[in-house]
């Protein structure tokens, strides 16, 4: 995995976000952390080779 970071923006109803740094906060995980889990996830599942590789 690479060191390189980015910030990735999208829009999201106000009260799911709410709702999900709460769930998010009580399962002692920050939204942050929970939606990398959620792309890795999913990258893995629908690529083939090196999900970090270019």
Do not use: H
Not at 5 to 17: P, Y
Not at 40 to 54: H, L
């Amino acid at each position: 995995m690479t060191d390189e970071k980015t910030t990735f923006n999208l829009r999201v109803d106000k009260n799911l976000v709410e709702q999900f740094k709460k769930a998010a906060k009580e399962n002692n995980r920050t939204a942050s952390q929970l939606l990398r889990d959620c792309m890795i996830d999913y990258v893995k599942k629908n690529r083939q080779g090196d999900m970090f590789g270019k």
